[in-house]
């Protein structure tokens, strides 16, 4: 089975900031991760992926995570958030092969003020 | 965006009613997933769908029932509806032969009063 803890429920910014969202992942098999943007009353979105290789990924709207495999984390990270970057975000993971569910952490509530 | 439709988008029920909620995709996925999402709970996982007439329960399925007759369509029911299902729910769409991540439509909130 898996799980997906997101450390933080709230994180409050000023605009200009850097931020790091983090997430810890448990699995007992080897896991795809993902994270996804959920802006207000819309759907989710993805925000980058990790499957292999390079742990470091890059994804929209100038985020980045990396996967490390030794603390089963994939924190994400943006140098500098706009304001426009105010919405929900969700760590999932994968088992592999894929096709199965997506299992999501609760999410962290990124705020951004000017 | 993935062509997934979710209908209806909003709906206030009474308990004890029957609802069903329809997802609509034109991706001819393989598979289909309902969730629902709530406050500090993220989204768990109610049913989902491998296949035509091929479905699994998941870590919320308890008063749900899913059915999927084609490929394109699967349907989310609520038996007797209760205020502890007032929630968001989403559809999402995968097929794992061309994509590892799933796509989601934009959700139906469901007041049960």
């Known amino acids: 089975a898996q799980s997906v803890t997101q450390l933080d429920s709230q994180v409050p910014v000023f605009e200009e900031a850097p931020v790091e969202l983090r997430c810890n992942y448990s699995?007992?098999?080897?896991?795809?991760l993902f994270w996804y943007v959920q802006y207000p009353n819309q759907g989710l979105q993805l925000l980058l992926k990790?499957?292999?290789?390079?742990?470091l990924v890059k994804g929209i709207n100038g985020f980045e995570a990396e996967f490390n495999k030794s603390q089963t984390s994939f924190h994400l990270r943006k140098p500098s958030v706009h304001i426009s970057d105010t919405a929900e975000y969700f760590c999932?993971?994968?088992?592999?092969?894929?096709?199965?569910?997506?299992?999501f952490g609760k999410g962290t509530t990124l705020s951004v003020s000017s | 965006d993935a062509g997934i439709t979710q209908s209806p988008r909003h709906k206030v029920t009474e308990t004890g009613t029957p609802v069903t909620l329809r997802c609509h995709q034109t991706?001819?996925?393989?598979?289909m997933y309902w969730y629902r999402q709530d406050p500090g709970h993220g989204l768990r996982l109610i049913h989902y769908?491998?296949?035509?007439?091929?479905?699994d329960k998941g870590e919320v399925s308890d008063g749900y029932s899913v059915s999927r007759s084609k490929t394109e369509d699967f349907l989310l029911t609520l038996e007797s509806a209760t205020s502890s299902q007032t929630s968001v729910y989403f559809c999402?769409?995968?097929?794992?032969?061309?994509?590892?991540?799933?796509?989601f439509g934009q959700g139906t909130r469901l007041t049960v009063v």
């Open positions: 991706e001819n996925h393989r598979y």
């Open positions: 999402a769409i995968s097929e794992p032969v061309m994509f590892t991540e799933a796509f």
């Open positions: 990790y499957l292999s290789g390079s742990t």
């Open positions: 769908s491998y296949g035509v007439k091929d479905t």
């Open positions: 999932a993971v994968s088992p592999i092969p894929a096709g199965t569910a997506l299992i």
């Open positions: 699995s007992s098999v080897s896991v795809y």
